[in-house]
């Protein structure tokens, strides 16, 4: 379930090694994400974000909707 009309994602064969997404930014782990195009971390940032509500936020900023959130306010109605 996604309400993002409009994305995008970059594989590692895309760079000519796994080092390469490495190099690009600056950071020395795999998977990586960016949110409109700018780096903001691994898998360890994302879950620190989404625990202390900072993720959401950041998605909100950028148009996107949370499901599970939407899902929440429905139910509670």
Partial sequence: MTCVDDYSF???WQFRSLSGIKDYSNWPTIP?????GEFVGGCDILLQMHQNGDLVE????LGI???LIDEK????K
């Fill in 65 to 67: 909707r949370s499901a």
């Fill in 73 to 76: 306010n429905e139910d509670s």
């Fill in 32 to 36: 990586q994400v960016y949110l409109n």
């Fill in 58 to 61: 950041e998605l909100k900023k």
């Fill in 10 to 12: 970059a594989m590692a």
